[in-house]
């Protein structure tokens, strides 16, 4: 006798949901969407699995949610910072890291930091502060001493520019470092 899809459903897939919920709170900004996501998810894993079953359901699973988290990003026009790290190295697939996995995150993690550091010195506080330590917009601008709308300015464009570094879009102008000193130099008096 074959196993129905819900029995396949129930014995493969729903025994990593505390994982997803986990995997979705971490990488989603909107913790309220994560059920929505969650079910997006299993509707989609559902939706295949009546086609074929896969091989290998925890990795399917998980490719899945990547995938959506990234369709709903561009169609959001989300740039996150915490989806700014290489997509691949998100594969909660694969049970032990490789040394070369690990060596290519190291490398991943410092080239990120040196993005972050080539950045305008107030985009760089304002992006640190919101992203790092989530301190909300208005305490930032307290902090600062600036407005809110220039705080989500800045934030906008500090994550814009890493994204365009991470994902290898042109920049306009100047070079980044040239850009940054620049930015900097008008940023003093805020």
Known sequence: MTESTEQWFRR?????EAALIRFLSRKWLNT??????????????????ER????APKSFLFTVARNLIVDRARRDRIVAI??????????????????????SGREQVQRLAMLFDCLPTRCREVVWMRRIEDVPQKEIARRLGI???????????GIRML??????????????????????EANHGE
């Not at 309220?32 to 699995?49: G, K, T, W």
């Not at 790290?85 to 909660?92: C, G, Q, R, T, Y």
């Not at 709308?149 to 934030?155: D, F, I, Q």
């Not at 994204?163 to 900097?184: M, T």
């Open 52 to 55: 074929a079953r896969p091989n």
């Open 163 to 184: 994204a365009d570094a991470v994902f290898g879009a042109p920049s306009k102008g100047k070079n980044r470092r040239e850009g940054a000193h620049a930015e900097d």
């Open 32 to 49: 309220n969407d994560v059920q929505d996501i969650r079910h997006d998810i299993y509707v989609r894993v559902l939706e295949a699995a």
């Open 147 to 157: 407005a809110e709308g220039t705080v989500e300015k800045h934030l906008v464009r």
């Open 82 to 103: 915490d989806l700014l790290e290489d997509i691949d190295a998100l594969n909660v697939l694969i049970e032990e890291a490789t040394p070369e996995r690990r060596a």
């Open 12 to 16: 493969e897939i729903l025994p990593h």
